[in-house]
């Protein structure tokens, strides 16, 4: 199985800060297609996950371009600048190149 | 509007059985993969299940926390995937989300039911 791992468990930010949260998978997540199945969502308090970034880099529908992803084969990054209020929660990469799919274990952001 | 709605969630014994299932609207359900992710009390996300359309034959995959014990279904017709969970174990316990992908991710979710497995 690939083992998703994230970093930090949480972090503090200022708003209108910066952040950039981690994820690393156990092996690469390369598609025999030749695409990379990392997506990132965001479960705000009492809600469900909502997907933030599919695809290493592609934003979702309605997604703020606060939100940005980069990464390849196993280590990835999501930024988020300009840090608002709304955007606190717990934040979760997730791959989808093979079964089982498996979800890093999350970080939350906090503000300050 | 892409719209889930699970339903049928609740308290079930160790080993017993329940059915949950999630109502899709907004979307061609019956050309693309649903899935089931979990979600038990303080934890975080646990893919469950997947089911792929007529196309690919109504494949399924299964987490292996609950192979042999859970079965994904479908029902085209009424745009309802559904979750048959067999010889439940307490560690089951959990928010059940319905997800529909859109791709090789979780695009859109439900409001989720809840299962609690309890003598």
């Known amino acids: 199985d690939v083992v998703m791992t994230q970093t930090p468990v949480s972090l503090s930010v200022s708003l209108g800060g910066q952040v950039s949260i981690s994820c690393r998978s156990s092996?690469?997540?390369?598609?025999?297609?030749?695409?990379?199945?990392l997506s990132w969502y965001l479960q705000k308090p009492g809600q469900s996950p909502q997907l933030l970034i599919y695809k290493v880099s592609n934003r979702f529908s309605g997604i703020s371009d606060r939100f940005s992803g980069s990464g390849s084969g196993t280590d990835f990054t999501l930024k988020i600048s300009r840090v608002e209020p709304d955007d606190l929660g717990v934040y979760y990469c997730g791959q989808g190149t093979q079964y089982p799919l498996t979800f890093g274990s999350g970080t939350k952001l906090e503000i300050k | 509007e892409v719209q889930l709605v699970e339903s049928g969630g609740g308290l079930v014994q160790p080993k017993g059985s329940l059915k949950i299932s999630c109502a899709a609207s907004g979307f061609i359900f019956d050309t693309y993969s649903m899935n089931w992710v979990r979600q038990a009390p303080g934890k975080g996300l646990e893919w469950v299940a997947h089911?792929?359309?007529?196309?690919?034959?109504?494949?399924?995959y299964y987490a292996d926390s609950v192979k042999g014990r859970f079965t994904i279904s479908r029902d085209d017709s009424r745009s309802m995937v559904y979750l048959q969970m067999d010889n439940v174990k307490t560690e089951d316990t959990a928010i059940y989300y319905c997800?529909?992908?859109?791709?090789?991710?979780?695009?859109?979710w439900g409001q989720g039911t809840l299962v609690t497995v309890s003598s």
């Open positions: 997800s529909y992908p859109g791709g090789n991710w979780f695009a859109y």
């Open positions: 089911i792929r359309s007529k196309s690919y034959n109504y494949a399924r």
């Open positions: 092996q690469s997540l390369v598609h025999n297609n030749g695409n990379t199945y």
